[in-house]
C-alpha cells in the first residue's frame, strides 16, 4: 500500500499542500505509491479577502468562487464531507458520513470562523462582513443609509490582521463618495490601548484617523450589545450609541478541532513556529489559520507555511529529514479608501513598516484579486 496523506480542510492553505505535494510527487502518486485525499465539505473554494468588496458593491460574489475539484491536480482525492473526529493516536480521521481515512501525515487546515455569538446581542444588533450572508445584508444597510453614528467594533483573535482597518478607511471613502460624510460619526473600538495589535501599524494609523475625522476608541472589549437600545457596552465600563453596527467579532477554531481534543479551548493547534508540525508530533502537519502561531491569521499566511509544509512533506515521503523552516512571514495589501492602498510584510523577526499609500498599490491588490485563482493552485 502506498504512503496516505489526508488534507482536512480544503481552503487556501490545505490546497496549495495538496497540489504543491501532488506535482512534486507526481509519479509517485500515478503509481500508486501516494495516496492523497482532501476531506471538505465546499464544493466551491471561496476567495474571503473578496468580500471587503461585496459590501459596497463593488464585486459580485460569483466573482469568488470556484469548484474545488477545479483548483486540484489530478489525482487527488477530494472527499466532499466534514471531519467530524481527528484521532492522533490511531492515525485516523472520521468523517460525518461515517468513513474512516487512515493517514501515514495529516495536514490540519481547518482555518477559523467568526464567532459573533460569544458576546451576547451582536449576532443580532450588527452585521458582520467576514462571511458571504454577512457582507450581502451590509450591502443592503449601506445602500439605504442616509447617515448616523456608525461604528465599526473589532474582537480578537481574528483572521486577516488589517481588514479592520481596510473597511473603516473604506466606509470613510464611500461615504465621501455619496455626499454623506458630514451626516455620519464614524467610530473604531480596538481591545487594547491602541489602534491595532502591531504597534507600527498602530501608530502608522493614528494620523490616518486624524486625516478623516475617525474616532478610535481603544481598551474596549466588547462585552455586550443591546440591539434594541442600540448601544454597545464594552467590559471597560464604555458605552457607545450606534445606528449602524459593523464587527469583526473574535474567531475560534474550527469545532473538530475542540471536539477532538487536538487544540487549546480557541480551537488552535499547539505549533511548532519554524516547523508547523503539531506539537508532540511527527508527521501532522497545520497550516493557516489553524495554528496557535503568535502570527497574523491570513491568507499570505497560510500561502507562506504551505510552501513550507509541502516541501519538507514531499522530503519526508522520499526518507529524507525535511529541512525548511517557516520564519513567520505575512504579507498584507491595506486599503486606505476606495482608491489608494499601502502593503505591510513582516515575520518573526522583523515589524512591519507601512509605505505610503497609493493608487499603483491599490491597482495591485485589485490585480491579485483577479490572479488569486493562481494562489490554490500553487503557481502564484
Ligand atoms: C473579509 C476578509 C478579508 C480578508 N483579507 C485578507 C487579505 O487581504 N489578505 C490575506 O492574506 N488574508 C485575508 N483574509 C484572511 C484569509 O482569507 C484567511 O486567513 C485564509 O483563508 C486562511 O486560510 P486557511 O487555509 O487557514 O483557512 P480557510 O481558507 O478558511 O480554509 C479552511 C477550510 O477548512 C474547512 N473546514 C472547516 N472545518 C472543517 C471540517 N470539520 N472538516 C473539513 N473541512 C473543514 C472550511 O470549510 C474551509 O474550506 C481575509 C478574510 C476575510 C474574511
Given amino acids: 500500500m502506498g504512503k496516505r496523506v489526508v488534507v482536512v480542510g480544503g481552503g487556501v492553505g490545505g490546497t496549495i499542500v495538496a497540489n504543491h505535494l501532488a506535482r512534486k510527487l507526481g509519479r ?3 503509481l500508486g505509491d501516494l495516496e492523497i485525499t482532501m476531506i471538505s465539505p465546499d464544493a466551491q473554494h471561496f476567495y474571503q479577502p473578496g468580500l471587503l468588496y461585496v459590501m459596497f458593491d463593488l464585486t459580485r460574489p460569483e466573482e469568488l468562487s470556484r469548484s474545488q475539484a ?7 482525492r477530494l472527499v466532499q ?6 484521532d492522533k493516536d490511531k492515525g485516523e480521521v472520521r468523517t460525518r458520513a461515517g468513513q474512516t481515512f487512515p493517514y501515514d501525515f495529516l495536514l490540519l487546515a481547518t482555518g477559523s470562523r467568526p464567532s459573533p455569538q460569544l458576546i451576547p446581542g451582536l449576532a443580532e444588533g450588527g452585521h458582520l462582513f467576514y462571511t458571504l450572508d454577512g457582507a450581502l445584508k451590509l450591502r443592503e444597510a449601506l445602500f439605504n443609509f442616509q447617515g448616523g453614528k456608525v461604528v465599526v467594533t473589532v474582537g480578537v483573535p481574528h483572521k486577516c490582521p488589517v ?14 463618495q455619496r455626499g ?6 464614524l467610530t473604531y473600538t480596538y481591545p487594547i490601548g491602541r489602534l491595532h495589535a502591531l504597534e507600527p501599524v498602530a501608530n502608522w494609523a493614528v494620523p490616518q484617523f486624524a486625516a478623516r475625522d475617525i474616532h478610535g476608541e481603544t481598551f474596549f472589549n466588547l462585552k455586550e450589545v443591546d440591539a434594541k437600545a442600540r448601544q454597545l ?6 458605552t457607545l450609541p450606534y445606528d449602524l453596527l459593523i464587527s469583526v467579532p473574535p474567531h475560534q477554531g474550527a469545532q473538530v478541532i475542540i471536539d477532538s481534543g487536538v487544540g487549546d479551548k480557541g480551537g488552535w493547534v499547539p505549533t511548532g513556529k519554524h516547523t508547523l508540525l503539531m506539537e508532540g508530533t511527527d508527521n501532522v502537519f497545520v ?6 502561531l503568535p502570527i497574523s491569521k491570513a491568507g499570505s499566511t497560510a500561502h507562506f507555511e504551505a510552501d513550507v509544509i509541502a516541501d519538507n512533506l514531499a522530503s519526508r515521503l522520499q526518507g529524507y529529514p525535511g529541512g525548511r523552516s517557516y520564519d513567520g512571514k505575512v504579507f498584507c495589501f491595506v486599503e486606505t479608501g476606495l482608491e489608494q492602498a499601502t502593503y505591510v510584510w513582516f ?14 498599490i491599490h491597482w495591485f491588490k485589485l490585480a491579485y484579486n483577479k490572479a488569486y485563482w493562481l494562489t490554490p493552485k500553487g503557481v502564484l
Avoid: C, Y
Wanted: hydrophobic share 35%; no cysteine.
Fill in 287 to 292: 497550516v493557516g489559520d489553524t495554528t496557535n
Fill in 233 to 238: 457596552t464594552s467590559i471597560e465600563g464604555t
Fill in 81 to 86: 464531507d466534514w471531519a467530524d473526529h481527528i
Fill in 347 to 360: 515575520n518573526f523577526e522583523t515589524p512591519p513598516n507601512p509605505v505610503p499609500p497609493s493608487q499603483a
Fill in 70 to 76: 477545479s483548483l486540484l491536480e489530478p489525482g487527488i
Fill in 180 to 185: 454623506l460624510r458630514d451626516k455620519v460619526e
Fill in 163 to 176: 481588514a479592520p482597518l481596510e473597511v473603516t478607511f473604506m466606509l470613510d471613502a464611500w461615504f465621501r
Fill in 28 to 30: 509517485e502518486l500515478e
